[in-house]
Nanobody, 124 residues
Framework: QVQLVESGGGLVQAGDSLRLSCAASGRTFSNYNMAWFRQTPGKERDFVAAISWSGGGTYYADSVKGRFTISRDNAKNAVYLQMGSLKPEDTAVYYC?????????????????WGQGTQVTVSS
């Protein structure tokens, strides 16, 4: 198993930047592909970005492409989401997720390990 803890959320203004962090513990972190999802009340948890176990492959939802960057540091057992040009519609709880399969998925059902989430609120 792997345990995930997100941090870095907060209240920012539109146009600001914010960096989320996800600290992993437990099994070998470099065995896992990692992803960020986000969820607003009453809606499904949506894919935001994913990164392969090596960091060599990154994938983004169209809504964040060009504004968000996912990265990882396997030596620190951490994955990051650098968010820029934030918009009010980016307001959500952001979740970190891990998956040990060989492919990098955008489907939340493929991820077996989740953090508790961190709230990001973007004011207009």
């Amino acid at each position: 198993q792997v345990q995930l803890v997100e941090s870095g959320g907060g209240l920012v203004q539109a146009g600001d930047s914010l960096r989320l962090s996800c600290a992993a513990s437990g099994r070998t972190f470099s065995n896992y592909n990692m992803a960020w999802f986000r969820q607003t009340p009453g809606k499904e948890r949506d894919f935001v970005a994913a990164i392969s176990w090596s960091g060599g492959g990154t994938y983004y939802a169209d809504s964040v492409k060009g504004r968000f960057t996912i990265s990882r540091d396997n030596a620190k057992n951490a994955v990051y989401l650098q968010m820029g040009s934030l918009k009010p519609e980016d307001t959500a709880v952001y979740y970190c997720a891990a998956d040990a399969s060989r492919l990098v998925w955008q489907d939340r059902a493929r991820y077996g390990y989740w953090g508790q989430g961190t709230q990001v609120t973007v004011s207009s």
